[in-house]
């Protein structure tokens, strides 16, 4: 008798989100991943390595599910196993599971807090390995297959109920590790694995240097070993050989078009450099060499440095003397000549937050009836999952889960657009084959949240999740926008991928317009006069729109006024894009507006094609 082997891992959602850096929120989805991996790992080997009976995760060879591989694992693991080996499959998992997590967490503890004298004192170690070792909550349920030919349908719809009443009954214990301290300033659940004498001295920026150098935090946080275990991480490269995790900040995203544009005036910024180093000491080592990629002309550099208001942070956190008042100045200088060298300008603070999500999926699994189609479709999720991480390199963004058919990525606002386009193109091709019957095969609806950089992280992901939900919508199959800019309205905009009733979808809409701005064919202007219009004249005859529409675009002056009106086709465009709703036209010419400052900043401005000389 086979049964089939449900094994569910969380938290999942709340613990990603506790995340005050990237690098917290790209670990706590790494070691999720990492932890399902070795979960599956150790059921794989528990049946004797035979690949095929794992049905998700599906993997072509058991090296996809070793330490540090690329592939990615969502937090449920299904697999077929003999009836009466199921406790002791499900066992196995859970010892891999833990065998994993304290190797992890014995590599990030290890060094921690090393150069202080005064450690054992300092950091809680046993509390901190208490809250790691209760991290996980492993759920696990079996049932047997029927020997019909929809036994093993009915066994997993049978497995997903159990599970979810399983879970639903779990008693919870009292938390060995409860005590009357300040809780982790990441999610205020687990009690700080830091003593509060190590924050009580004088607060001088030598005492913050160490303390971020000795246990990667500030002087405000306070962290438990689950969140130190986030910042203090360690993976493994292709080699094996373990490393610190690194992951780039949220400004660094958002200077990565200037840093671009900037690769070939390697002498110009490396006398930037050199008086960053002077000015900020220590401190300038590190955003210098910050960066997990290089970039060529400027190697490892954190983009932070790009920005005139860092360089006020990084003042306020070097150790040396005279960094607060000649340093600063003398850095500010030197970025205001890189800027004058290379022809360029301060980068926007703004970056893209892309969330994903397959559509119809449950639909796609319950079409299919045997174990074999499910691995086959697990595979080609596989796949895609594995194909992600190349896609967004592609366009220089930073990947922080993908796993099955989720992806969250960190993207410049220059390459968004074009990386969303490539993801769901990618997702469309894998699971061509396996259609859901009514509705086609599954699609990917793309969520892109455009946060400034400085927004806390938790506000940046609730963006991208609300663009995801608004892709989704009724009809998924969708591309959302959503822009939250600092000290004004969100400016939402969604479309479809794919052309209905005529109508140009918006990715199209959104690179027509955005090449209009950097040809500079379309006056900011018309966009403000065409929201207006929209919210003065809501719910009017569709002719009076349309004529309203055309009047206000027929008044146009591109090329900073240098031209007479918009060129009759760039009219025609427009007002065929806005005749149902101009105020939807001003949201995705707003949007567009701000994408193509990012692309003017990568690759220069676009010349005034059909400009009046």
């Known amino acids: 008798m086979t049964c089939l082997l449900l094994v569910s891992m969380g938290p999942v959602q709340d613990f990603i989100a506790s995340a005050r850096r990237c690098g917290d929120l790209w670990y706590g989805s790494w070691l999720l991943s990492e932890l399902a991996k070795a979960t599956a790992a150790g059921i794989v080997d528990a049946l004797g390595g035979e690949l095929e009976r794992l049905v998700f995760p599906g993997v072509a060879a058991r090296a996809d599910l070793s330490p540090g591989s690329e592939l990615a694992v969502a937090n449920k693991i299904l697999a077929r196993v003999p009836g009466d080996s199921a406790k002791a499959v499900a066992a196995a998992g859970r010892t891999a599971l833990d065998a994993r997590i304290q190797t992890l967490r014995e590599h990030a503890f290890e060094d921690l807090g090393r150069e202080d004298a005064d450690r054992a004192q300092h950091f809680l170690e046993a509390r901190a390995r208490s809250q790691v070792d209760d991290l996980v909550d492993f759920t696990w349920v079996a049932v047997r297959e029927g020997e019909d030919p929809h036994g093993y349908v009915r066994a997993r719809l049978e497995a997903e109920r159990v599970l979810d009443a399983r879970k639903g009954t779990k008693i919870w214990g009292q938390p060995s590790w409860a005590a009357a301290v300040p809780k982790s300033s990441l999610d205020g659940v687990r009690e700080s694995a830091l003593d509060e004498e190590l924050f009580r001295s004088e607060r001088t920026p030598a005492k913050a240097e160490w303390l971020r150098r000795a246990y990667g935090v500030q002087a405000t946080e306070r962290l438990c070993g689950v969140g130190l275990l986030k910042r203090a991480g360690v993976r493994e490269d292709p080699s094996g050989a373990l490393k610190r995790a690194r992951f780039s900040s949220t400004p660094h995203v958002a200077a990565l078009p200037l840093m671009r544009r900037c690769a070939e005036h390697g002498d110009a910024f490396a006398r930037y450099a050199e008086v960053l180093r002077k000015a900020f000491g220590r401190a300038a080592r590190v955003v210098l060499e910050g960066a997990p990629e290089t970039m060529p002309g400027l190697g490892h550099v954190d983009g932070q440095i790009f920005f005139a208001s860092q360089l006020e942070e990084l003042a306020q956190e070097s150790a040396t003397p005279d960094a607060g008042t000649t340093g600063l100045a003398n850095a500010q200088r030197a970025l205001a000549r890189f800027f004058h060298e290379t022809g360029t300008r301060e980068p926007m603070p703004y970056y893209a937050m892309l969330l994903a999500d397959g559509d119809r999926m449950g639909g796609a699994i319950h079409a299919l009836t045997t174990a074999s189609e499910h691995r086959d479709l697990s595979l080609r999720l596989t796949a895609f999952a594995t194909s992600v991480a190349g896609l967004v390199r592609q ?5 922080l889960y993908a796993g099955g058919d ?25 699971l061509a084959p396996f259609g859901v019957p009514g509705a086609g095969s599954p699609t990917l609806s793309v969520g892109l949240g455009i946060s400034h950089y400085r927004e806390p992280m938790s506000v940046a992901l609730e963006v991208a999740r609300r663009a995801e939900r608004l892709a989704k919508g009724d009809t998924r199959n969708a591309l959302a926008v959503i822009l939250e800019k600092r000290g004004g309205s969100p400016i939402e905009v969604r479309g479809s991928w794919q052309e209905e009733g005529g109508q140009t979808t918006l990715a199209k809409r959104l690179e027509a317009l955005i090449v209009m701005h950097r040809r500079d064919e379309v006056p900011d202007k018309a966009g403000f006069q065409l929201a207006e219009l929209g919210a003065q004249l809501a719910g009017a005859a569709p002719a009076l729109l349309a004529a309203e529409t055309r009047r206000i675009l027929a008044r146009k002056r591109p090329h900073h006024g240098r031209a007479e009106q918009l060129d009759q086709d760039t009219q025609d465009d427009l007002a065929t894009w806005g005749l149902a709703d101009p105020g939807r036209l001003a949201d995705e010419l707003a949007v567009a507006r701000l994408l193509a400052d990012a692309q003017d900043l990568a690759s220069g401005p676009l010349a005034d094609q059909g400009a009046p000389t």
């Open 406 to 430: 989720d992806v969250l990525a960190l993207l410049p606002l220059d390459t968004a657009l074009a990386c969303a386009d490539a993801l769901r193109r990618e997702f469309a091709e894998q």
């Open 395 to 399: 366009h220089t963004g930073s990947l």
